[in-house]
Every structure is written in C-alpha cells, then in structure tokens.
C-alpha cells in the first residue's frame, strides 16, 4: 500500500507559476499527474519513469509543465509556467507499481486526494 499527498495547489493570475509536490509513502515506479476539472473527465497532464529517464506530456501542457522526481525523497513534482484558466482543475498524482509507461488513469494503483489549481484571467 502505497498513500500519495499532494500538496503546493491555489489561486494564481494567468500567465504564473505553481509547483505541485507529491510525497510518497515508499517506493513508486511510474508516476503520473492527471487533472480534472467541474463537469469534465480526469485527463492525463504527465508522467515520469521509476528513474527519470523518461517523460510524456500531454499536448495541452507540452512546453509549459515539467514533471520531475527526487527519489531519495519519494516525491515528484509538476512545475507548472505560464498558466491558462482552462488550466484550473484538480490535481491528482497517481502511482503505477509495475513500470508500465502509461498515460491511462485506469493503469494506475494508487492515487492522491487531489489539490486544487485555480488560474483566474
């Protein structure tokens, strides 16, 4: 069993930054952010292999979030630049516990209680 926390979300005026950190309980392999917004599906915004080798964005995202890890730490971080409001949303981290790269919501075994990310124009 692994417990994932969020934390880092808030209001933010369009065109800043927020840095959303992810603590981890113990080991995680594949990471992954995902975002769902009021009356919206949870979509996928990023995900990081076991070492950080490896990372895939969302177009939406590409250019403007990094996704990174510290697994001395166990944590992963989504730094998030010049932010839209269609970015406003709750974050949710997720953790993958076979190494499999995946971008589905439904691959992922453990996730986080979320943090809200408000980005006002």
């Known amino acids: 069993q692994v417990q994932l926390v969020e934390s880092g979300g808030g209001l933010v005026q369009a065109g800043g930054s927020l840095r959303l950190p992810c603590a981890a309980s113990?080991?995680?392999?594949?990471m992954g952010w995902f975002r769902q917004a009021p009356g919206k599906e949870r979509e996928f915004v990023a995900y990081?292999?076991?070492?950080?080798?490896?990372?895939v964005y969302a177009d939406s995202v590409k250019g403007r979030f990094t996704i990174s890890r510290d697994n001395a730490k166990n944590t992963v971080y989504l730094q998030m630049n010049s932010l839209k409001p269609e970015d406003t949303a709750v974050y949710y981290c997720?953790?993958?516990?076979?190494?499999?790269?995946?971008?589905?919501?439904?691959?992922?075994?453990?996730w986080g209680q979320g943090t809200q990310v408000t980005v006002s124009s």
């Open positions: 997720a953790a993958e516990m076979s190494s499999r790269l995946t971008a589905s919501p439904n691959n992922y075994n453990y």
């Open positions: 113990g080991r995680t392999f594949t």
């Open positions: 990081i292999n076991w070492n950080g080798a490896i990372t």
